[in-house]
Each structure stands twice: as structure tokens, then as C-alpha cells.
T-cell receptor, first 114, second 113 residues
Framework: NAGVMQNPRHLVRRRGQEARLRCSPMKGHSHVYWYRQLPEEGLKFMVYLQKENIIDESGMPKERFSAEFPKEGPSILRIQQVVRGDSAAYFC????????????FGPGTRLTVL | DQQVKQNSPSLSVQEGRISILNCDYTNSMFDYFLWYKKYPAEGPTFLISISSIKDKNEDGRFTVFLNKSAKHLSLHIVPSQPGDSAVYFCAASKAGANSKLTFGKGITLSVRP
């Protein structure tokens, strides 16, 4: 019974490069949430997706960040032209249906921008 | 604009005693509250939750209390064990199809043997 999977676990990028973070939800879950945790902070909501749809992207920075959850395959969080301030832990969570309050988190991807 | 506040960054208790972790919120639209536990380099793990229609929920050694009028909740761990040492996050969500969570900054609990 695999949980939420994220890869890579660690990602190092130089300023200006692109970062792609992947999330495979739990089996049977079709709702994915992305959160970012900056050092010494709590997790901050970024985006909520269902299969092929972005439901809420109110927490996403307006530029350089995008997310998708295609019909087949994992959800992808993409950061273009990374800057040092993007260094953080990015967590993905999944739930089985809309309005289901408990979310199940993956281990996170730790992004370091040099 | 911190809508969920965990004002104490850390707590240290003796093994076997009670741990009380506090959380306050400002948004009266929140109607569901959760506690997550997090170890270093891992993702948060769901611990216990409570709906706004209740004032208490218990699961083994863990009990969550909700005081809606004070916009305050607390997590009680009795008895505390060294394995409980972790960061505990309080989170809240609103009613409806979008269950995005608003987190506090977390409390680091240390349980001394």
C-alpha cells in the first residue's frame, strides 16, 4: 500500500535553471495539493489540482511557477529560472475526493538553488 | 497574516508526563482542525483531527480540545514518550470541496527520558 511518492528527494539547481518536482498520489487518490516550507516556517499552500484540472492556484507565485496533473502520470510542479529564494522543501499531499479533510503527505523534495 | 498561530516554538517535557501543545486561529470560517507530526527530512504525518461541531476528540494517548469561542485548540499527549519528540503542526481548513490546509509554524516537542 504505497503512500504518496515524491521525486527527486533532493534537487540542486543553479540560478536560472529549471526545477521539475514530481508527485504520485496514493492509489485511488485523484486530488493533489502542493505546499512549500521555507526554513523556520510552516507549510504554505501553493496549488490544488484534480486530474487534468487546476482547482485553486491562489498560493502560487504569479511568475515562473506552474503545476499540472495529467490524466496519466504524476503531478508536476515546475519552477522556471530558479532563484535562491526558491530554496525550500516542497511537499505534495493527496486525498481521495473533494472535501476530504485529511491529506496524506509525501516525503518532500528539498530544492537547493546555488 | 498568520491565520493559524502556534506561539510557543518549543516545549520540553519529562517522559510519562503530559504534553500540551496550543494553537490559536483567527479565521472564523475554519471548521476543521488537524494536527500533524513531522520528523526531520520526512513529510508530515496525520495525527488527529476535530470538526468544529465537537469540542473534544480522543485517540489513544492523543486528545484534541477545541474552544470555538476562544478560537483555540490544544493537543494533549498522555503519557509522553521519547518517540513523540518531533515538530507538531496545527492546521485548519474551511468547509467545502477545497480542503486546502492553513498551517501554523509548528512546535518542537522534546520528551526527556
Amino acid at each position: 500500500n504505497a503512500g504518496v511518492m515524491q521525486n527527486p528527494r533532493h534537487l540542486v539547481r543553479r540560478r536560472g535553471q529549471e526545477a521539475r518536482l514530481r508527485c504520485s498520489p496514493m492509489k485511488g487518490h485523484s486530488h493533489v495539493y502542493w505546499y512549500r516550507q521555507l526554513p523556520e516556517e510552516g507549510l504554505k499552500f501553493m496549488v490544488y489540482l484534480q486530474k487534468e484540472n487546476i482547482i485553486d492556484e491562489s498560493g502560487m507565485p504569479k511568475e515562473r511557477f506552474s503545476a499540472e496533473f495529467p490524466k496519466e502520470g504524476p503531478s508536476i510542479l515546475r519552477i522556471q529560472q530558479v532563484v535562491r529564494g526558491d530554496s525550500a522543501a516542497y511537499f505534495c499531499a493527496s486525498s481521495p475526493q473533494a472535501g476530504y479533510n485529511e491529506q496524506f503527505f509525501g516525503p518532500g523534495t528539498r530544492l537547493t538553488v546555488l | 497574516d498568520q491565520q493559524v498561530k502556534q506561539n510557543s516554538p518549543s516545549l520540553s517535557v519529562q517522559e510519562g508526563r503530559i504534553s500540551i501543545l496550543n494553537c490559536d486561529y483567527t479565521n472564523s470560517m475554519f471548521d476543521y482542525f488537524l494536527w500533524y507530526k513531522k520528523y526531520p527530512a520526512e513529510g508530515p504525518t496525520f495525527l488527529i483531527s476535530i470538526s468544529s461541531i465537537k469540542d473534544k476528540n480522543e485517540d489513544g494517548r492523543f486528545t484534541v480540545f477545541l474552544n470555538k469561542s476562544a478560537k483555540h485548540l490544544s493537543l494533549h499527549i498522555v503519557p509522553s514518550q521519547p518517540g513523540d519528540s518531533a515538530v507538531y503542526f496545527c492546521a485548519a481548513s474551511k468547509a467545502g470541496a477545497n480542503s486546502k490546509l492553513t498551517f501554523g509554524k509548528g512546535i518542537t516537542l522534546s520528551v526527556r527520558p
